[in-house]
């Protein structure tokens, strides 16, 4: 009876959790739609920025008599410092969804320990801020509580510190590192440079652009404008972006946990009735040996 009363415990234990999963899925469900649409709206808006200072960086790139110089578009210089910025979540039980950024930071780090190149990480995130810290990494910044609650103003804030080193000459390199947005049931990781930026690879503008590049009074100034919406606006949608790919991971990951559950509670069920059949057989053997005892 003791094993039975020991399965009957693990059956009831494996339920609870089974409610808690799924109750999680539901909250992760919800909050997801309200992320989603957040990260579908910011990102027509970064897609197009993105899109026009990579032209302006290209049409900058053409120019050979250096009439606008901007360390901005510099992509002669050999950095001998960068800053990566990486974004994880506040909070776990979200499958693998922590792991993929962070492995992509120690593989940077890696990459550029080989080549000498000293990396400053800033971290954005609860989980990446304890996962290195425990691995003895040292961060240069660290910002918790604003992967769970993303906002404008604190996009600005971490983006600016960043960047105002650059501008110092403190540093040659700023890259942004977070797992994005690809749909309801898989995530993207993205590895992108802020600064310098870069022109398109992969196709030429010369024949289809419309945008004409010429230095003229105040030109710097419209300039320094756009690149300031352009760095702001890239580390609000990485924050928000990542916000719905990491309720999108948990809700998969609470939806497996739940069906794992429901499968380890059918083998518990079976262990229970067996160990039951087992022992009213028992049982029912120990009474007829009685009886013919008696006899």
Do not use: W
Request: with cysteine; glycine share 4%; aromatic share 8%.
């Amino acid at each position: 009876m003791a094993n039975l009363k020991e399965i009957k415990r693990k059956i009831k234990s494996v339920q609870n959790t089974q409610k808690t999963t799924r109750a999680m899925k539901l909250v992760s469900t919800a909050k997801l739609k309200r992320a989603e649409m957040a990260a579908k709206q910011s990102r027509v808006y970064a897609v197009k920025i993105n899109e026009v200072l990579s032209e302006i960086a290209y049409k900058i790139n053409q120019y050979k008599d250096g009439a606008i110089d901007s360390r901005f578009f510099d992509l002669a210089a050999t950095p001998s410092v960068v800053d990566i910025i990486f974004v994880t979540a506040d909070k776990g039980l979200c499958g693998g969804f922590n792991i993929q950024t962070i492995k992509a930071v120690r593989e940077l780090l890696e990459e550029y320990a080989q080549k000498n190149i000293k990396v400053r990480l800033r971290a954005v995130g609860r989980k990446g801020i304890a996962f290195f810290n425990f691995q003895g990494v040292e961060l240069f910044t660290s910002y918790a509580g604003v992967s769970s609650a993303p906002t404008y103003e604190k996009a600005q804030e971490i983006i600016k510190v960043a960047i105002d080193d650059f501008i110092e000459k403190k540093t040659d390199r700023v890259i942004l590192v977070h797992n994005g947005y690809k749909n309801m049931i898989s995530q993207e990781l993205k590895i992108g440079d802020i600064v310098p930026v870069k022109p398109p690879l992969d196709y030429s503008l010369e024949s289809n652009s419309l945008m004409e590049l010429e230095p003229v009074d105040g030109g710097e100034e419209i300039l320094n404008s756009l690149m300031k919406k352009y760095f702001e606006y890239n580390m609000y949608y990485a924050l928000v972006d990542s916000l719905a790919a990491e309720h999108s991971a948990r809700m998969q990951a609470m939806e497996n946990a739940t069906k794992n559950a429901s499968e380890r509670v059918n083998l518990l069920t079976l262990a229970y009735n067996k160990a039951r059949q087992e022992s009213i057989t028992t049982e029912l053997i120990e009474i007829i040996s009685g009886v013919e005892s008696m006899k």
